[in-house]
């Protein structure tokens, strides 16, 4: 782990202050492993006042603040629960760049300069963001849940926490994976995925089969509860959705699936946690996939892009049986504090027990069971939540929907802008949404043919008999170069809203909303957001009349690249 004095170093660097002064924390006991809990209503609310109010504590809020700061304006950060940094201090540390060539500013600072290794500890990252922000005597009001918007016309005026306290601000910003503030001030956006034919895009709606063919199953697994009885059922994981090629390219309100960034270590680790609610059957699915693997094969599963990618630190995995609860995130985005509750607990029993069963099940291989027993917990990492991450990773929420909607011809370099706020290089991303049914051998083919090459269709495949499971909404595509990021899709059209910025869940579509929502570029384009709040602030303006070229003036100064 560095130094304190290393961390202060880059803190500094990253907010041109004096040293780092006593770090924000919360006061009140912690309240174990929840996402929506009581806090007491306070006994004197207060109202404060700030220039720039941002709520939410993703890396796009510290930057934001970090930024108004230094252009002179008063700023302060509202969160949800107890910590600051979102999924880089929750346990994702091995980070997706895309093309690091891209990544300027603070961002840079962060995530190339800081982030040198695989393995970084989640509490040195927020450590690190903490010092930022303390340097900055930018305050950190920790379990403030929004109740309500207040505006005046199209003008936010004000926000209301569940606590009593409320804040009044002249610039808003919105730096939630959820889209939570601009949904309750009113503002345009979408949740799920648009029809394919909407924008003209290939990726978006339903999308039957995996484009990478690791994701799509590579051998035949039963879906019914008595295998080859449709009559029985199906097995839980599988939606029982029979393939239905007319159904490729339609909209719907499902989204990716969810999970926790499990930090893992060899080092003398607390074992992984039976959960309360544990029932075998839940995993019948990851049994019978990991059973039907060949000798050959199955061994890689641990090591590689299958049901578990076990290393020391940031564990994760992909494939069509993962720790990702396929099917679990539905109802997240627009649902109360207490569905998410409810959301957030069904995904802590079944990852916890996705990793209990592939310890101690007898039905796993023993070769497999040894080596997911050798790790666990990390004692020092956590210690809030027994080592669990505090955060469930919500890859995908609320969208936007501003002036400028960025899809995935712009990440394919078809459709460029000039005002550029930042850069995005990842690949168009989206893991498996659901597990429906391939009823024939010709389905399970076309599924696989539509992006792989027919001699990796194995003899195995070949010889397919019956139903299986299959998957759907599975993509990665390859961005060819970097792409610029419109300022008009950080902030609402001018009739929702003048004075709010959203660098997070910015207005995109599914598919490039899968690239542009890297930790990275939500830091870049959190940097951007807080200049331009500067800017509007200065000049008396709705944030859509900020001048670019001024912007761009003062973000170039600032090491952001944006070309």
């Not at 782990?1 to 006991?29: I, N, Q």
């Not at 700030?50 to 930057?63: K, Q, T, W």
């Not at 108004?68 to 949800?80: E, L, P, T």
């Not at 005026?157 to 939630?176: P, S, Y």
């Amino acid at each position: 782990m560095r130094s304190p004095y290393c961390l202060l170093l880059l803190a500094t660097a990253c907010a041109g202050a004096a040293p780092a002064k006593e770090l924000p924390r919360p006061t009140t006991p912690s309240p174990g492993l929840r996402y929506y809990y009581p806090v007491p209503k306070a006994a004197e609310p207060q109202t404060y006042d700030f220039d720039v109010v941002i709520y939410g504590a993703s890396p796009a809020a510290v930057s934001a603040a970090c930024q108004a700061k230094k252009m002179g304006r008063s700023a302060a950060i509202f969160v949800f629960r107890r910590h600051v940094g979102g999924m880089s201090s929750s346990g994702l540390s091995d980070v997706d760049y895309g093309k690091k060539e891209a990544i300027g500013g603070m961002a840079k600072k962060v995530f190339l300069d800081f982030f040198k290794k695989q393995v970084q500890s989640p509490a040195e990252v927020e450590t690190l963001f903490l010092t930022m922000l303390a340097d900055l005597d930018i305050p950190v009001f920790f379990e403030h849940r929004l109740e309500r918007v207040e505006r005046d016309g199209a003008r936010i005026t004000k926000v209301v926490f569940e606590n009593g306290h409320a804040a009044r601000g002249k610039v808003f910003m919105d730096t939630t994976y959820e889209g939570d503030l601009l949904a309750r001030a009113g503002v345009a956006h979408v949740a799920g995925r648009e029809a394919g034919a909407e924008f003209g895009e290939k990726l978006n709606g339903v999308q039957i089969g995996a484009r990478s063919a690791p994701h799509n199953f590579q051998w035949r697994v039963d879906p019914y509860v008595v295998p080859g009885d449709p009559r029985s059922g199906v097995i839980e994981g599988v939606d029982g959705t029979p393939y239905a090629a007319e159904e490729h390219g339609k909209a719907d309100k499902r989204y990716q699936p969810f999970c926790f960034r499990v930090f893992a270590t060899k080092k003398d680790p607390l074992p992984w946690p039976k959960p309360a609610q544990y029932r075998t059957e839940r995993y019948e699915l990851l049994k019978r996939y990991v059973n039907a693997a060949p000798d050959s094969t199955w061994w890689n599963l641990v090591y590689s892009r299958g049901p578990l990618k076990l290393n020391e630190g940031d564990c994760n995995s992909a494939g069509p049986v993962s720790l990702d609860y396929v099917g679990g995130s539905l109802g997240w985005a627009e649902g109360s504090y207490a569905e998410r509750e409810r959301i957030f607990q069904d995904h802590v029993n079944y990852q916890q027990g996705y990793l209990y069963f592939l310890a101690n099940d007898p039905s796993i291989p023993a070769e497999l069971r040894d080596r997911v027993r050798r790790f666990g917990l990390p004692k020092k990492e956590f210690p809030e939540t027994a080592g669990w991450p505090h955060e469930l990773y919500v890859r995908e929420g609320r969208r936007l929907r501003g002036d400028y909607v960025l899809t995935e011809h712009d990440c394919l370099g078809k459709t460029s802008v000039e005002d550029s706020v930042g850069l995005g290089s990842f690949i168009m991303d989206s893991h498996v949404v659901r597990r429906i049914i391939y009823k024939t051998a010709k389905d399970a083919h076309i599924t696989h043919l539509r992006t792989s090459k027919p001699e990796e269709i194995t003899a195995a495949q070949q010889n397919w008999q019956g139903d299986m499971v299959g998957v759907e909404g599975q993509f990665d595509y390859a961005v060819p170069k970097p792409y610029r990021i419109s300022y008009r899709a950080i902030r609402p059209k001018k009739a929702d809203c003048v004075n709010l910025l959203v660098p997070t869940v910015i207005s995109s579509t599914h598919p490039a909303f899968g690239s542009s929502r890297m930790e990275p570029v939500f830091m870049i384009l959190g940097q951007s957001a807080g200049a331009a709040a500067a800017l509007a602030l200065d000049g008396g303006l709705a944030v859509q009349d900020v001048d670019y070229a001024q912007l761009r003036a003062i973000l170039l100064k600032e090491g952001q690249l944006l070309d």
